[in-house]
């Protein structure tokens, strides 16, 4: 499933390597040099798993990001909820939320 340009799948592991390095906040969150710096690290790892884990303490060194996935909640919304669209960051625009009081 894709959700705003982030992949939620089977694989965690995939998942992980495509948010890390080639989703849209990756290239919001690195500059160009950088991103290719890790993709090709990536590219050439002998475990990437661990190449992997290597990129993503460094983002967190360089505060480029926080890390969600580590932690989370999850809330149960009412169904006339909408506009909860979540993009690439994992992030909502709060202003775009409303109640759809037709469906009430």
């Known amino acids: 499933m894709w959700v705003n340009n982030f992949l939620v799948g089977d694989d965690p592991f995939l998942d ?3 948010w890390l390095l080639l989703c849209e906040s990756a290239t919001n969150l690195l500059t160009p040099f950088k991103q290719q710096q890790w993709l090709t690290e990536a590219r050439h790892a002998d ?9 993503e303490h460094r983002y967190l060194t ?5 890390p969600l996935w580590k932690k989370s909640i999850a809330f149960q919304s009412h169904q006339t909820l909408r506009g909860t669209n979540i993009n690439s960051l994992g992030f909502m625009n709060i202003a ?3 109640f759809d009081k037709r469906e009430s």
């Open 16 to 18: 992980h390597y495509y």
């Open 47 to 55: 475990d990437l798993k661990e190449t992997l884990s290597q990129i």
């Open 62 to 66: 360089q505060h480029r990001v926080i």
């Open 96 to 98: 775009k939320i409303w």
